[in-house]
């Protein structure tokens, strides 16, 4: 069992940053792959990025290539999301989750343990 608690959301300017994090409970954190999610208001759970068990390997969304960097400290169970360049279309409630298949970090289904979430809202 893995439990997750996002932090770090908040409102900003168009341009500005943030840093959200996601702490974990139990012993487990470094078995699993880390993802984060977005969903805006009336839109689906959009895949933003994963980042492997050790954190040697990631990928990310198209839309937040180059803007977002996805990093973890095992040490601390804790997964960061450092967002840049932020937008106003990057606004939504932000999901930190837990799964085993990294090749299928993309798909929401494949994710065993879910955070309840941060809210980022982006100013124009």
């Known amino acids: 069992q893995v439990q997750l608690a996002e932090s770090g959301g908040g409102l900003v300017q168009a341009g500005g940053s943030l840093r959200l994090s996601c702490a974990a409970s139990?012993?487990?954190?470094?078995?699993?792959?880390m993802g984060w999610f977005r969903q805006a208001p009336g839109k689906e759970r959009d895949f933003v990025a994963v980042?492997?068990?050790?954190?040697?390997?990631?990928y990310y969304a198209d839309s937040v290539k180059g803007r977002f960097t996805i990093s973890r400290d095992n040490a601390k169970n804790t997964v960061y999301l450092q967002m840049n360049s932020l937008k106003p279309e990057d606004t939504a409630v932000y999901f930190c989750?837990?799964?085993?298949?990294?090749?299928?970090?993309?798909?929401?289904?494949?994710?065993?343990?879910w955070g309840q979430g941060t809210q980022v809202t982006v100013s124009s």
């Open positions: 989750a837990a799964t085993t298949y990294y090749s299928f970090g993309r798909d929401p289904k494949h994710y065993d343990y």
């Open positions: 139990g012993r487990t954190f470094s078995s699993y792959h």
């Open positions: 980042i492997n068990r050790n954190g040697g390997s990631s």
